[in-house]
């Protein structure tokens, strides 16, 4: 029997279909914003990690509505997004069908991280990626191929992307070698965009350069994989009764006897996670700055607000689980994002023009929680534990081999 509109719907989504691994690690960006040629050249999407979640306080400000003036306690992502660097520029001009890669010219030193990228074995290779290449830049008839590529760009391409790569020695991962992207430059005529692009190759873009305090964007990513699973995982099938011969998480009928075969639309078993998702309007909580040196002090403030005063960064006490230290610039979103830790996400410029009440909202944050995620956190900080607790016994242990060095010498 089939299911019935109502009273007992259909389990799970058809518009998901086929529900398989995805194909690729980074999520693909399969729509650029719409070209407005009287903004300023911009990039139009980035590239951050997924470090974990805390929660902030806040007040809301929103006009007409009931729950304004109230606090709310809310959950965010906190995604750290080193800045990317420059290394190329692709030039697409339009064909009857669809956009067509016309020139690609890249920079003249490309760093180790980035030329990781073009090679399985990083280690047995001889390291020759773009040796090459490099010298375009210095002899002469290289410099004229190279103006000669930039001119065509001017007058004939229809759209301009820029080639940027992440800086994965400034996070706590394992992987040095970088994840690559191409980034859709928007705003201002062709000749500004190959301008604009042309003097920032081998250069670093922060993200507070290419998102703003209180946008909606769009993170792309693969979800969190769950392996081979069954049914009741798979579909959030009903179980059956107890007593049901040869186990109860399963399917009681796939099918008719006619047509013969199994419908693509009944719930079977197979991959569970790992998809392709984009998902649109995620608002902006805060743009962090990440620890920086001024006036010789180190700066570690980023999880302060005008209410709560005290000096911490926003990384949780004993680091986020699963991730560790974020010492860069982040992004802190609300709600969650798709993946799991560590997982490279892209963020997008949003689609659509926001016009709710919303999405137009300005957020001001009273607290943002840095106590401990793994387990049951009661400090922000670790002065403020040490005032509570007092002298511990592993403090005076880590003070003693240097007592007994000195009486050593």
């Known amino acids: 029997m089939s299911h019935r509109k109502f009273h007992a719907p259909r389990h799970g989504h058809m518009g998901f279909l086929p529900r398989k691994r995805s194909r690729k690690h980074r999520g693909k960006v399969r729509s650029w914003p719409k070209d407005d040629p009287s903004q300023p050249v911009h990039l139009t999407a980035f590239l951050g990690y997924k470090a974990g979640m805390t929660h902030t306080l806040r007040e809301t400000h929103r006009t007409a509505a009931k729950i304004s003036k109230r606090e709310l306690v809310e959950a965010v992502t906190i995604i750290d997004t080193p800045p990317v660097v420059v290394v190329g520029i692709v030039g697409y001009i339009s064909t009857i069908r669809g956009l067509r890669s016309f020139k690609t010219v890249f920079a003249e030193h490309l760093s180790d991280e980035c030329r990781r990228r073009f090679y399985k074995n990083w280690y047995k290779s001889k390291k020759k990626a773009f040796t090459k290449y490099s010298k375009k830049w210095h002899d002469e008839t290289g410099k004229k191929q190279l103006e000669k590529d930039f001119a065509a760009m001017k007058k004939y391409c229809s759209v301009i992307r820029v080639i940027v790569h992440t800086q994965t ?59 081979f699973k069954g049914v009741t995982s798979r579909w959030h099938t009903k179980k059956l009764p107890r007593k049901t011969h040869k186990g109860l998480r399963k399917v009681a009928c796939i ?35 990440g620890v920086h040196v001024q006036d010789g002090k180190v700066v570690r403030n980023n999880a302060s607000t005008h209410y709560d005063t005290t000096q911490k960064a926003i990384t949780p006490m004993g680091g986020f689980p699963h991730y560790g230290e974020v010492n860069n610039d982040f992004l802190m979103l609300k709600g969650c994002v798709v993946g799991t830790k560590k997982r490279v996400l892209t963020l997008r410029k949003s689609l659509l023009v ?49 007592t007994q060095t000195d009486e050593l010498d």
């Open 169 to 227: 020695r400034l996070l706590p991962l394992r992987q040095k070698k970088a994840h690559l992207m191409e980034v859709q430059l928007n705003g201002g005529s062709i000749a500004e965009k190959v301008d604009w692009a042309k003097e920032r190759l081998e250069k670093p873009v922060p993200v507070s350069a290419v998102f703003s305090q209180d946008e909606m964007i769009d993170v792309i990513g693969v979800t969190k994989g769950h392996g």
């Open 255 to 289: 099918g008719a006897w006619h047509p013969a075969r199994v419908g693509y639309t009944i719930a079977r078993a197979g991959q569970k996670g790992y998809n392709h998702r984009t998902e649109l309007n995620k608002k902006i909580y805060r743009i962090g700055k």
């Open 354 to 402: 926001h016009t709710s009440r919303k999405s137009k909202e300005n957020i001001e944050l009273k607290f943002i929680d840095t106590t401990s995620k793994f387990g049951h956190g009661r400090f922000q900080t670790a002065q403020e534990k040490r005032a509570f607790m007092g002298p511990l016994k592993k403090d005076g242990l880590k003070k003693q081999p240097e």
